[in-house]
């Protein structure tokens, strides 16, 4: 398996651009979670889906921020517009019930 | 408030010499535990858990932990630390949601292991 996918690795868009990161989550996961990770903030919980339903998102800090998981096998995080403190790296995870998360490496977006 | 504390922002060790990356939490009911390692530029790695059974769990790298339920503890350890197990120690403690698990992070301890 190759894990979780994430795309881009790198993302630098320009303050008011519009940002898509995707995820591939394991096959046969049924959850999936996506991560933002600062330096200020540590990991913050943004969504989580459990069979391609949306869980918990109360972690999403504004209406600029949304998500989707059109299929088990796919998921979308936008930002629309970006900002500069929208800056950070994301990461998707996805696992099946208690066994723990299999993390992807992450889309580090610069907001400039 | 559920809660996962690493009350270590930073560990330096000597390579050779035993390490502990401390954990403590505070949830309601059993808690599901996980310990996950992150490298530079790198995403989490899943690292060990505890679920149930015998309190003391060994993982990947040589990495132990141990639950303490008195103490609400789940410390990471290993005997003879490297300077590759420098990194970024994440513990995390699981809550039931629905039919799955989220988890609660720690803020993460910087372990140094030097030459």
């Not at chain 1, 930002?79 to 099946?96: G, H, K, N, T």
């Not at chain 2, 149930?52 to 932990?65: M, P, R």
């Not at chain 2, 630390?81 to 698990?101: I, P």
Request: hydrophobic residues 35%.
């Amino acid at each position: 398996d190759a894990g979780v996918i994430q795309s881009p690795r790198h993302e630098v868009t320009e303050m008011g651009q519009e940002v898509t990161l995707r995820c591939k989550p394991i096959s046969g996961h049924n959850s999936l979670f996506w991560y933002r990770q600062t330096m200020m903030r540590g990991l913050e919980l943004l969504i989580y889906f459990n069979n391609n339903v949306p869980i918990d998102d109360s972690g999403m800090p504004e209406d600029r921020f949304s998500a989707k998981m059109p299929n088990a096998s796919f998921s979308t995080l936008k930002i629309q517009p970006s900002e500069p403190r929208d800056s950070a790296v994301y990461f998707c995870a996805s696992s099946l019930a208690s066994n723990g998360y299999t993390f992807g490496s992450g889309t580090r977006l610069t907001v400039v | 408030a559920q809660s996962v504390a690493q009350p270590e922002d930073q560990v330096n060790v000597a390579e050779g010499n035993p390490l502990t990356v401390k954990c403590t939490y505070s949830v309601s009911g059993n808690p599901y535990l996980f310990w996950y390692v992150q490298y530079p530029n790198r995403g989490l790695q899943f690292l060990l858990k505890y679920i149930t059974g015998d309190n003391l769990v060994k993982g990947s790298y040589g990495f132990e932990a141990e639950f303490n339920k008195s103490q609400t503890s789940f410390h990471l350890k290993k005997p003879s630390a490297l300077v590759s197990d420098s990194a970024l120690y994440f513990c995390a403690v699981a809550l039931r949601a629905g039919n799955n698990r989220k988890l609660i992070w720690g803020l993460g301890t910087s372990l140094a292991v030097n030459p």
